[in-house]
């Protein structure tokens, strides 16, 4: 009787010609490869069409652009980001009005506001920090800030007034 070994009968070890075995793990794309070309459900997509651009592209260019907000924010003076928040705060409060009273108004204006709002608040902790203020006292000086801050129209009411 002839004894088969199990080393010979593997499909890892021998496989028929022109037959590659992956040893990667098995996914719709990877596993056994014919003739070296790689497998796909579709195979006339697979060579045609190129890898697709996505929101890749689209990201990298929103970075890039809040990179160059954030250097325009930290350029600016503590007293100009001050206003800036109050006047975007104003703008902010408009825009809520405008949706109560279901006006027309764009919804991304909101995110955009807000996220401004934060990037200056933020160089405003930064700056903050790197003199020594605690945040107790941060809060502190934050509450006398907001007291002293006198109400006034936003930008945009200003400039319908003078038209």
């Given amino acids: 009787m002839a004894t088969m070994s199990l080393a010979a009968a593997s499909p890892l070890t ?4 022109g037959l ?15 003739g070296g070309a790689p497998l796909t459900r579709f195979p006339g997509l697979a060579a045609a069409a190129p890898p697709p651009a ?20 930290r350029t600016m003076p503590t007293e ?21 009273a279901r006006q027309e108004f764009k919804s991304s204006e909101f995110g955009r506001m807000r ?11 930064e700056r903050e920090i790197e003199q020594g203020i605690n945040k107790r006292l941060s809060r502190k000086l934050d509450r006398k800030w907001k007291q002293s801050i ?13 038209e």
Avoid at 156 to 162: G, Q
């Fill in 14 to 17: 021998s496989a028929p010609r």
């Fill in 20 to 34: 590659t075995v992956s040893t990667t793990p098995r996914t719709a794309s990877a596993g056994i490869r014919i």
């Fill in 54 to 73: 996505g929101r890749g592209d689209a990201a990298v260019v929103r970075m890039a652009k809040r990179d160059q907000e954030l250097e325009e924010i």
């Fill in 80 to 100: 100009k980001i001050e206003e800036e928040v109050v006047d975007l705060k104003g703008e902010l409060f408009l825009l809520r009005l405008k949706r109560s």
């Fill in 115 to 125: 996220k401004r709002i934060a990037r200056m608040l933020t160089v405003k902790r």
């Fill in 150 to 162: 006198v109400v006034r129209p936003p930008p945009s009411l200003r400039e319908n007034k003078e």
